[in-house]
């Protein structure tokens, strides 16, 4: 991958890298409703200024469909369903593809907080946590347990923080 922004934001790289997920989620898809802010257009440039562009819809009243398109010479659409988590405080999206390999289902973590309604800042946990102790886990609120007790490590997040622009539409 490019860079470090790139690792972190370019969502479906993360399902076709080969990187390691959680087996289950970090809680039930029916605990927290969607948000009609983070409906929308979003974009992302990395260093090289190319785009990345996530669009988000309700699927339901708590879960969200994302189409992910990376900007380049081979474009390619990720489908991924999405609900949240509430964890002291912070909102966390549970990422899973849709439309991938049965070995590619597994569930990545991002938090995230919208600002001023026109920038979503996003930050995935480092691979490392994944492969080293929640890719084992069998119960959410085991994985729960492990994020809350990591949430202030210095090594738990990545280090850069994805701001992606909401895309307004074009008025007639």
Not at 115 to 141: F, P, W
């Amino acid at each position: 991958m490019k860079n470090l922004f790139a690792r972190l934001i370019l969502i479906g790289t993360v399902f076709t890298a080969g990187c390691e997920g959680a087996m289950v989620p970090l809680g039930d898809a029916d605990q927290v409703q969607v948000d009609q802010q983070l409906i929308g257009e979003w974009m992302a440039l990395d260093d090289e200024q190319e785009a990345s562009v996530i669009t988000i819809w309700a699927y339901n009243d708590t879960e969200y469909y994302l189409e992910w398109i990376e900007e380049g010479s081979d474009p390619e659409t990720v489908q991924i369903r999405a609900f949240t988590t509430e964890l002291e405080g912070l909102r966390f999206s549970n990422v899973q593809c849709i439309v991938c390999d049965d070995d590619e289902r597994e569930w990545f973590f991002y938090r995230f907080e919208l600002v001023e309604g026109n920038e979503l800042h996003v930050q995935g946990i480092k691979n490392k946590h994944y492969r080293d102790a929640m890719g084992d886990m069998t119960r959410s609120k085991d994985v729960r347990r492990y994020v809350r007790r990591h949430l202030d490590d210095m090594d738990f997040f990545e280090e850069e923080i994805g701001i992606f622009t909401r895309v307004l539409a074009e008025e007639d």
